[in-house]
């Protein structure tokens, strides 16, 4: 990649690039703007100015910038493009079809000029482009996702059906095709398909007017609905069958036992026993399928036919005889907000235990570290990686969970079991593989300041990882570092290096084709100004969303806080909620610049970005790639988490 040189002589330069990763735009500017009066043909300072100037929303003025670069380097098709997007999201397509037409027809030209004709009602004839755009280039999920809206607009709903579908395989994080597949499924006379989606767009998009309301009407017109989904539900619970564990710790109470806070506020569960089992000191026979509730401050049990077996206003510890009987809990719950959110049932080694709390009952999974990792590990890496990735894997895993014994102890339980912790899905995501990945690195942790490092770990770092500072706010000794076939990335990078750079696919161990999709590695999200403001729950303090500029960023890129204006005020984000409150992103190494409707206001905000994940510590697709390449456990994690030591424990 390029990278701008910067000398003692660029003095004002560094500043800038300095001023924008402190999140002091207007520092930036200003320092951008200083050179240029000096010396106006400086093309880097007026690139970086025009970048920066579209992500903070001043697009047009940015695009008058790239003009006057254009007429430096009139055949610069790169700027070309660059100028014609910027007039697109400027809300002056015409301009963009002007500047489209010096240039070769290619996927990137004719994707523009499409959104361009779209625009303008030119239907046909973007139609056409978007058509000529995929030809040239196959995968482009933002493409097929404009095609599918515009086939079902002219009502053909078995092609605008296959696009939105082929978006979603490219890009699974495209929530926006939920909405209009559904419609079109209801056009279909497919009325339980279009409800069923958007149950899942319901839990993905939390807070969508659009949906809640089509869920709502379908309810009204089709109550059987609802009951189809109780009787479903009724015939799984008697179909399903606790299995027994498939293998066990050679000495499982000599380990620590963790507390997993599977759920939280749970107003009913059905569950499935195996084997004979025990309510705390009550015995029962046989396993069978129990409902549990709050009722009164109590925890109420109850069998199928609704006769109460226990109540206790302290909590409920559900336990086997035989330690190897399983638990099925139905209809769990995960990733509520982002794209992968579902429910699904789950069997769970060792005990179950059920906390009364005020606002519901909080479900703890309790079991020893390694039996827990069995299925840790395959939820977080697919088991068919290479041996190595998967014992760093489950070394950096088991370090994680010792170091965080305890942390939500305020809650009645050590860990949660969910991404905010570790994916954990239960007995039913155990494979052989993993379990031998856990086993041959029994014990092992990484060890730092005489205790086990808390060893971060993401699904795909985008070719760079940052710092815990970046992410969360607080300082370790986990080191930002290039993937190590990056190892000449100039980071931090000046805005319009960082943002080709995100727009860009450099190869290096976390691209691996076998071991990372290509939008886990770059991705490209256009969420609506609608979806944003819902998000933010904010209404009238806020306004309408004018700009989301981001407020600062780490030597990686990955932004730490957004500053979001409003036509009536200000929100600032920062961290994880940045990922959640801005459209279920998949990381927080991004670009975002506004898309100006006909009113002036945005209609979409556009982010550019890479990687999947908070991106501290591992990257589970770059340890793949490097395992691939015949790196060795040890040198994996130590690539990684720098100096710490690798120890056994038990």
């Not at 037409?101 to 030119?122: C, I, K, T, V």
């Not at 170091?403 to 939500?408: E, P, Q």
């Not at 998949?586 to 610049?593: A, T």
Request: charged content about 20%; some cysteine; overall charge negative.
């Amino acid at each position: 990649m390029v990278v701008l040189p910067l000398t003692a002589s660029e003095n004002p330069f560094l500043d800038a690039v300095e001023a924008y990763y402190r999140g002091d735009i207007e520092s930036c500017l200003r320092a951008y703007r200083g050179v240029l009066k000096r010396e106006p043909w400086d093309i880097p300072a007026r690139r970086n100015l025009a970048r920066v100037l579209r992500e903070t929303g001043q697009v047009r003025e940015a695009l008058g910038h790239l003009e006057l670069l254009l007429c430096l380097r009139p055949e610069e098709q790169p700027l070309r493009l660059a100028a014609a997007e910027s007039a697109l999201f400027a809300g002056q397509p015409e301009r963009t079809l002007g500047y489209l037409q010096a240039l070769e027809a290619s996927a990137d030209s004719l994707y523009l000029s499409a959104l361009a004709l779209l625009d303008l009602g030119r239907r046909t004839e973007a139609l056409a482009a978007l058509e000529q755009a995929l030809e040239a280039q196959g995968f482009q999920p933002m493409a097929w996702y404009w095609l599918g809206l515009l086939r079902a607009e002219l009502g053909e709903h078995e092609q605008g059906e296959a696009a939105l579908q082929r978006a979603l395989a490219q890009e699974p994080n495209l929530t926006g095709c939920f909405y209009p597949l559904a419609r079109i499924y209801l056009a279909q006379g497919q009325v339980p398909r279009a409800y069923g989606l958007l149950r899942r767009a319901e839990a993905s998009l939390p807070g969508s007017r659009p949906i809640r309301e089509l869920l709502r009407e379908l309810l009204e017109e089709y109550p059987s609905l609802a009951e189809g989904t109780l009787e479903e539900r009724q015939e799984r619970q008697e179909a399903a069958m606790p299995r027994k564990a498939e293998a066990f710790p050679a000495d499982p109470a000599s380990l620590p036992v963790l507390r997993i806070g599977l759920s939280e506020k749970v107003q009913e569960l059905h569950l499935k026993t195996g084997g004979s089992f025990s309510l705390n000191t009550e015995r029962r026979a046989a396993g069978m399928t129990l409902r549990a509730r709050l009722e009164d401050g109590q925890v109420e049990v109850a069998d199928p036919e609704g006769n109460v077996l226990l109540r206790s206003a302290a909590p409920v510890r559900l336990t086997y005889d035989d330690p190897a009987d399983t638990t099925i809990l139905f209809d769990m719950q995960f990733g509520q907000g982002s794209f992968w959110a579902g429910s699904e049932d789950r069997m769970y080694r060792g005990a179950i235990e059920l906390v009364p709390r005020p606002e519901g009952l909080t479900v703890v999974n309790l079991l020893s570290v390694e039996e827990y990792l069995y299925s840790v590990l395959p939820s977080e890496m697919p088991s068919h990686w290479p041996q190595a990735a998967l014992q760093a894997q489950a070394v950096a895993a088991r370090s994680y969970t010792l170091a965080n014994l305890g942390r939500y102890a305020s809650r009645g339980f050590d860990l949660l079991g969910s991404v905010s912790s570790a994916a954990y899905r239960g007995m039913g995501a155990e494979t052989p593989t993993a379990r031998g990945a856990v086993d041959a690195t029994r014990g092992l942790v990484l060890w730092e300041e005489g205790k086990p490092l808390s060893a971060f770990y993401s699904a795909n770092s985008g070719g760079h990882t940052d710092t815990t500072q970046t992410a969360w706010g607080f300082p370790s000794t986990l080191p930002a570092v290039a993937d190590p076939l990056l190892s000449g990335h100039a980071a931090p990078l000046p805005p319009e290096e960082l943002a080709l750079w995100l727009a860009d696919r450099p190869a290096s161990y976390s691209s691996h084709p076998d071991y990372s999709s290509r939008s886990a590695y770059r991705w490209k999200l256009w969420v609506s100004r609608e979806e944003i403001e819902q998000r933010l729950e904010q209404g009238a303090s806020l306004g309408s969303v004018l700009a989301i500029v981001p407020a600062g960023r780490g030597v990686s890129g990955r932004v730490w806080e957004v500053r979001i204006r409003g036509t009536a005020g200000e929100y600032t984000l920062r961290w994880d909620a940045i990922r959640w409150r801005l459209g279920g992103l998949r990381s927080n190494l991004f670009s975002v610049e506004p898309k100006l409707a006909g009113d002036g206001l945005p209609e979409y905000f556009i982010f550019t970005g890479a990687g999947w994940g908070h991106g501290v510590g591992l990257c589970q697709s770059g340890a793949a790639g490097m395992a691939a390449a015949g790196f060795s456990v040890e040198q994996i994690l130590r690539h990684y988490y720098g100096g710490a030591q690798l120890r056994a424990l038990y």
